[in-house]
T-cell receptor, first 108, second 116 residues
Framework: QKEVEQNSGPLSVPEGAIASLNCTYSDRGSQSFFWYRQYSGKSPELIMFIYSNGDKEDGRFTAQLNKASQYVSLLIRDSQPSDSATYLCAVTGNQFYFGTGTSLTVIP | GAGVSQTPSNKVTEKGKYVELRCDPISGHTALYWYRQSLGQGPEFLIYFQGTGAADDSGLPNDRFFAVRPEGSVSTLKIQRTERGDSAVYLC??????????????FGPGTRLTVL
């Protein structure tokens, strides 16, 4: 079992819709959770981080964390074509693990 | 500097050669990380430095890989006797504080290594 699992996609949503990206992790000791966006040929850039159970909102992005179920999700509201990228979930504690990423395409 | 920088941006070498990849972290960041990313995969952790010392090198795949950070700033990832399977993008990241938890990592542009 991989430490961090993501649906590789591709996920396609129409412009203006909500995109929902999910991530599960295996290490119950994980302490912090990050979402990175990676455009093709570029390095990952941080979108959001979350440490506590519940929701955290930042503009059009909402991260949700449920430690009991060991999942973290990212919602993107009012999706824009510029949101089209691969979204990487990262989980850290004593180790550093990234998922393989979910490819998102927002269709104009 | 303003961000994490890595040199070279591209490196092509022949099987069996030695290569060095350099990372210059954000000024003031004490933690530095090396990752390797293959096509269609997420970054794979290699090694993490806190200051000058390697706090966790459990991700280094074998003894051909070695990394240093002698003055607690710039780091060099060294790969001996390169193999075709070493071809990947090597990413460096830095964070302000120590440890992986609770510290956001900021990535450099990466070095694309191709071993022929």
């Amino acid at each position: 079992q991989k430490e961090v699992e993501q649906n590789s996609g591709p996920l396609s949503v129409p412009e203006g819709a909500i995109a929902s990206l999910n991530c599960t992790y295996s290490d119950r000791g994980s302490q912090s959770f990050f979402w990175y966006r990676q455009y093709s040929g570029k390095s990952p850039e941080l979108i959001m981080f979350i440490y506590s159970n519940g929701d955290k909102e930042d503009g059009r992005f909402t991260a949700q964390l449920n430690k009991a179920s060991q999942y973290v999700s990212l919602l993107i509201r009012d999706s824009q074509p510029s949101d089209s990228a691969t979204y990487l979930c990262a989980v850290t504690g004593n180790q550093f693990y990234f998922g393989t990423g979910t490819s998102l395409t927002v269709i104009p | 500097g303003a961000g994490v920088s890595q040199t070279p941006s591209n490196k092509v070498t022949e099987k069996g050669k030695y290569v060095e990849l350099r990372c210059d972290p954000i000024s003031g960041h004490t933690a530095l990380y090396w990752y390797r990313q293959s096509l269609g995969q997420g970054p794979e952790f290699l090694i993490y430095f806190q200051g000058t010392g390697a706090a966790d090198d459990s991700g280094l795949p074998n003894d051909r890989f070695f990394a240093v950070r002698p003055e607690g700033s710039v780091s060099t990832l060294k790969i001996q006797r390169t193999e075709r399977g070493d071809s990947a993008v090597y990413l460096c990241a830095s964070s302000l504080g120590g440890g992986g938890a609770y510290n956001e990592q900021f990535f450099g542009p990466g070095t694309r290594l191709t071993v022929l």
